[in-house]
């Protein structure tokens, strides 16, 4: 099937030629449906505390962080383009004549334009943007009025302006201050310095990016470093990662042969977000805090957020220092079975990690290593919110091939909806993943775990797509947060829906969390 050149293509990447077949294997066989058992909700799987009880957990996180190597985790390499995809539609459709403004207001279909414009003053680009248009002798007032939207559009979208069609999130200005506005890249830096930050005022961010965008957020931070360094008195530590080659996938055509282009060499995409376990495994740290890219509320708003993630941070402390407590001591062996009751009780009732009924037939020897082996795992505290519409995976008790039960979160696509007991049981949630984690990456020993040996590979995704006007499928690895952590210990927490602020369009920054 494969040709030399396709094989040195592959070694170029860091992937074998069973690496690829494997691949294609998935291609050919599909990936499986999750079998949902349950959703996880308060009192079966999901946390709930009370205000007292946050707030003792964020006591605990902030006396003992001074005892750790503290990481603050952001993938960056999200493009924007899809957050402008309604505006994109109307200036292509009027490009040659001007609308009337009356149909743009009337008109249901121009709703989110008409909405866009409207408001326009209220974004926080929208200072740099109107001094672009003055530099050209425009005025973004007599072009509103004269229906001469295509020309704002292009200088916001396109590289005679802000170019924000083709930047990642991270660079765009998301929130208006008093005297200037912010990237959402730097929203992250506050974050960070207010919950990852040492004993010796040193605060740590990790961006993962494209390549082709790693120049700009180095000069763009480089830019603001310095003034965040003065006014919190801290130093920042910044640091960067790209999305390895040996993750990206070969895509396939309609009957999953390798996919060729016009040149005959073969056709690779990236691994989607599960692709950053590996980013993740290569990080040198104790505790790592995941948050997406464009979850950020400006600074008057985020008490909650602060709260909440020292609070899941202040859990996973609590949770890890007991169980790294009952790992050394099965370590040392000499233990009565009522220790290794009060072992498999905590791990059951305070972890989530199932117990077989078969637990109970195994010898003392065999007891230690189920539960060692169970105890000795990455563990995640996840954040989940009430479920209010929005749309996005949640929480789930599932049960794997080998009939053993744990605690995911599952994607819509990971769901047989088709399936009117699956259905069901979807029907039920009561909460969403907003992609807010706590992470603990070592073990009691102090060594870093190999993050990859707990990925579930069968957990992957396979979409539809096209290339010049031919239609191709291609695979995604296991999610970062679904099936790259399927076999970690997991704890879901419920935390207040402020704490999640997704910007998925640019009319999100409207919101009154993002004004």
């Known amino acids: 099937m494969f040709t030399e050149k396709d094989i040195l293509q592959f070694k170029s990447k860091g992937l074998s030629t069973e690496d690829i077949e494997r691949q294609i294997v998935y291609f050919k066989k599909g ?7 349950d959703p996880a909700t308060p009192g079966n799987g999901l946390h709930t505390h009370t205000e007292n009880e946050i707030k003792e957990l964020e006591r605990y996180f902030e006396n003992h962080r001074d005892e750790y190597d503290i990481i603050k985790f952001v993938p960056a390499s999200g493009a924007a383009s899809r957050m402008f995809k309604h505006l994109f539609e109307f200036r292509d459709k009027f490009a040659d004549t001007k609308p009337d403004p009356a149909e743009l207001e009337q008109n249901k279909s121009y709703h989110a334009v008409h909405q866009f414009f409207k408001n326009l003053k209220s974004f926080a680009f929208y200072d740099d943007l109107k001094a672009l248009l003055e530099k050209e002798s425009l005025s973004v007032d007599d072009l509103l009025n004269s229906g001469d939207h295509h020309l704002i559009l292009d200088y916001l979208l396109s590289e005679k302006g802000l170019n924000y069609a083709n930047l990642p999130k991270g ?52 830019d603001k470093k310095k003034a965040y360094e003065d006014e919190f008195d801290i130093t920042l530590h910044i640091s960067f990662s790209l999305q390895k080659p040996s993750t990206d996938m070969i895509a396939v055509d309609m009957e999953n042969n390798p996919f060729r282009r016009e040149d005959g060499r073969l056709l690779f ?54 169980t790294f407590d009952f790992l050394d001591t099965l370590d040392d062996g000499n233990i009565s079975e009522t220790e290794l009751e009060n072992m498999k009780d ?35 505290i996840c954040g989940m919110v009430k479920n209010e519409g929005e749309p ?102 419920e935390t207040p829906i402020i704490t999640f602020n997704p910007v998925k369009t640019v009319n999100d920054l409207l919101r009154p969390e993002h004004q």
């Open 31 to 37: 990936f499986p449906f999750i079998n949902l058992v």
């Open 171 to 222: 660079l765009l200005a998301f929130h208006s201050y008093k005297n200037s506005s912010r990237l959402a890249v730097e929203e992250h830096l506050v974050e960070s310095i207010n919950y990852a930050t040492d004993v010796n005022k040193k605060s740590y961010l990790h961006l993962t990016v494209s390549p082709e965008h790693l120049e700009n957020f180095k000069r763009s931070i480089s």
């Open 269 to 322: 995409r990236p691994g989607g977000h599960g692709a950053l376990i590996e980013n993740l495994n290569d990080l040198d740290a104790e505790i790592v805090f995941i948050k997406n890219i464009d979850n950020i509320v400006p600074d008057h708003l985020r008490s909650t957020t602060y709260l909440y993630k020292r609070a899941i941070g202040g859990l996973l402390l609590k949770l890890q220092e007991k």
């Open 346 to 380: 905590f791990a059951e009732k305070n972890l989530n990690i199932f117990i077989p009924a078969a637990y109970k037939g195994y010898d003392h020897m065999d007891r230690i290593d189920f539960l060692y082996n169970k105890l000795n795992r990455p563990i995640r």
């Open 392 to 493: 996005g995976g949640g929480p789930y008790w599932v049960m794997n091939e080998n009939d053993e039960i744990s605690l995911q979160i599952v994607e819509s696509s990971q769901m047989d909806m088709s399936n009117p007991d699956q259905e069901r049981i979807v029907g039920k949630a009561t909460h969403f993943n907003p992609v807010d984690l706590v992470c603990g990456i070592k073990n009691h020993k102090g060594e870093k775990f190999n993050l990859k040996e707990f990925v579930d590979p069968n957990t992957g995704f396979i979409s539809q797509k096209s290339q010049n006007g031919k239609s191709l499928k291609a695979q995604e690895l296991p999610g970062l947060w679904n099936g790259a952590m399927a076999d970690w210990i997991t704890i879901f927490v």
